[in-house]
Structures are given as structure tokens and as C-alpha cells.
């Protein structure tokens, strides 16, 4: 595997940090999650409290809160390479694969891959009940291998899992002693592909139509005030779509990103009215907000989202570690002492035409 040999810069403070991840969800895209997550854990100064996760950012949580029930940080970094490679394994003879052409250009998209086109017109014409629920979900046997749910309601990691409830369309959020292997598919059941996962008699589907990830807990249930938001569905594009593709692929960025804005929108108004005096309201206002993302991701299309090749997750795997990197080189003294990505400019940017992220 390459692997980055750049370090993060010397943080000039050595006392422990307690802090909190959002990771967002999008397909294979989280790879680049993994990386990020593979150098936060190298620093040992980091004390990861809870994680909020949604889709491929559930997996990754799960994941990894299960290696530091199992046996800490390195444990932890084994399971997440191990999932990934199976992940990859798994997909070795999917039909989504790129063609002569995206292999010659260097390009990790699928667009021009028969089985995406056949499959993205399908989703647009026949139901997954159509199939008569033939498809399964690889990933089922996978994060059942992995992670032991029993250790992992006990472990040190508070997980929170956004799932979308299909009848209300509102999302619920699972804590730790409620997550199944059931929570995780649901959390990233795409409805186009897959029948929706049902938990007690409810339907849910893809957690990222209602929070992308879900940050509300994470400030109300931890004691941490920074907080790591990974993202990886680009907020801003500067072309307007015009093909019937990168129309739906920019509605899906939209959609996914929506909740996560006014999440955040919502943290920076609440900092301005909140009563100091209040214990609750203090932690409200006393949030640090660090990002983590990359220009990469902005250049990679929707199919590649399907795109599981391991020299693709690699990919990104290397870039999720530059980019912490790159974060620690300007940032790294700034956590625990102030937010190094400002949410108050999120009140004045929903008033103009392009957020500032």
C-alpha cells in the first residue's frame, strides 16, 4: 500500500484531547474516510469519544469503534484496512467495472460501463420489489465477520447511526447498544437498489436523505467540544449540470448535503442566542467545528461511488491521509483551543448564492 511519509505537525500543547468525528457517507467515496481515520488514529493525543456516522461513514464508525472495543487503536486500524479490502474482494467480479477506455485515461469513473448504464436505467424503471429481494448485500457477511455487536454496545466509543424511517421520513438515530448489522445496511440502503431494511416492523432507507452525517448528538451526548466533520460529497460545483446524469448526480450531492448544512447553520444561531449561564447551552456555544475534505473528491463523478476497484480505494485511502495530514500541518494547535472552520459564516452564506465550503 502507499502510504504517505509526510507528519503531522508538532503540536506544541501534549495534553490529551477529548474529541468527536462526523463522517459522512457516500459510497466507495468513503475510502477516503478510512485514511482520514487511519492517521487521526496514529495520534495518540486523540481521544475519540463518540462517532456519528451515515452510510459508508456508519460502516467506517462501526468499524472502528469495534477494534477499540477489541483491543484499541491499532486494532482498530487493522479492522478498518480489513473491511475495505474485503469490501474490495467482494466486488472482484461485479459487473461494475471500468472500461478500456477510463483504464487507458487514468479515469475512476463508471459512466461509459455497460452494467451502470443498464443498472442506472433499471433504478429509474423497475422497483427493487420488482426482483423479488434476489439481490443481497455483500456487505452483510462482512460486517458480521468483523464486528462483535455485543462488545461493541460496551466499548469505550459512543456510536450514533442516522437511518431514514420511510413511512415519516424523518431520520432515527441509533446508539451504540441498539446498532445490528440490520442498522448499519440500513443506514445505507440506497432505495433505488436495495428493498428497504426493516427494524422492529419499521422501513428505513439511506440515512443521508435525513442527516449526513447527524451532528445533534454528538453535542448533546458527548463531553467533547471539537468535533472532526470528514466530508466527502461536495457542497459546491462550479458547472451547471446538463446531461440527464449529472443532473441526478448533482440533485443526489444536494440532497445529501441539505440536513448537514442546516445542522450546522442551526449550531452557529444557537451560539448567538444561547444563555452562558446554562450548563447545556455553554457546551452549545463552546463547540469547535475541524474539517476534513479534499479537491479530489470534487473531481470524482457519482458512478465511481460504485467503483470498489482496490487500486480506486487506495486511491483514496492516500488522499483521506494527505488530507489529515495537510490538517495537522496548518491546523493541528488550533484543536482543543478554537474552530478551525467557521459555521458562523454559514448564517450569512444561506442568504447568498454559493456556501463558503
Not at 467515496?29 to 463518540?50: K, M
Not at 477499540?68 to 484496512?81: D, F, Q, S, V, Y
Request: aromatic share 8%; charged share 25%; hydrophobic share 45%.
Amino acid at each position: 500500500m502507499t502510504e504517505p511519509t509526510a507528519k503531522l505537525a508538532k503540536r506544541r500543547k501534549g495534553d490529551p484531547v477529548l474529541v468527536d468525528l462526523a463522517l459522512q457517507g457516500g459510497g466507495s467515496h468513503g475510502a477516503f474516510t478510512w485514511g482520514v481515520l487511519d492517521r487521526l488514529l496514529e495520534e495518540d493525543w486523540l481521544t475519540i469519544e463518540g462517532i456519528s456516522g451515515t452510510s459508508a461513514g456508519a460502516m467506517n464508525a462501526a468499524v472502528l469503534a469495534a477494534g477499540m472495543a477489541a483491543g484499541g487503536r491499532e486494532t482498530a486500524r487493522e479492522m478498518l484496512t480489513a473491511f475495505w479490502r474485503r469490501t474490495s474482494e467482494a466486488a472482484r467480479f461485479s459487473p461494475f467495472r471500468r472500461g478500456p477506455f477510463e483504464i487507458a485515461t487514468g479515469s475512476w469513473s463508471l459512466d461509459n460501463s455497460p452494467a451502470f448504464v443498464v443498472m442506472d436505467l433499471m433504478a429509474r424503471l423497475v422497483s427493487p420489489y420488482a426482483l423479488g429481494g434476489a439481490a443481497g448485500n455483500p456487505l452483510r457477511e462482512i460486517l458480521c465477520d468483523l464486528i462483535d455487536f455485543p462488545a461493541l454496545a460496551n466499548g469505550p466509543t459512543k456510536l450514533f447511526i442516522t437511518a431514514t424511517n420511510v413511512h415519516t421520513g424523518q431520520g432515527r438515530v441509533f446508539r451504540r447498544h441498539e446498532i445490528s448489522v440490520d442498522v448499519l445496511l440500513a443506514s445505507a440502503c440506497l432505495p433505488s437498489l436495495y428493498q428497504a431494511i426493516e427494524i422492529d416492523g419499521v422501513p428505513y432507507w439511506d440515512g443521508g436523505y435525513a442527516g449526513n452525517p447527524t451532528m445533534t448528538p454528538l453535542i448533546r451526548e458527548c463531553e467533547s467540544n471539537d468535533t472532526f466533520l470528514v466530508q466527502i460529497n461536495p457542497v459546491a460545483r462550479d458547472e451547471t449540470p446538463r446531461t440527464a446524469r449529472e443532473i441526478a448526480s448533482r440533485l443526489n450531492e444536494i440532497s445529501f448535503n441539505a440536513q448537514l448544512l442546516k445542522e450546522l447553520q442551526m449550531m452557529a444561531l444557537l451560539r448567538r442566542v444561547v444563555d452562558p449561564g446554562n450548563d447545556e447551552a455553554r457546551h452549545w456555544k463552546e463547540m469547535r467545528i475541524h474539517r476534513i475534505t479534499s479537491d479530489v473528491m470534487v473531481q470524482l463523478g457519482h458512478s465511481s461511488k460504485l467503483n470498489a476497484e482496490w487500486d480506486f480505494l487506495q486511491m483514496l485511502f492516500d488522499e483521506g491521509r494527505r488530507a489529515a495530514i495537510a490538517f495537522g500541518q496548518a491546523h493541528l494547535d488550533d484543536v482543543g483551543v478554537r474552530s478551525t472552520f467557521d459555521i458562523e459564516s454559514l448564517i450569512e452564506a444561506s442568504e447568498v448564492d454559493r456556501p463558503p465550503i
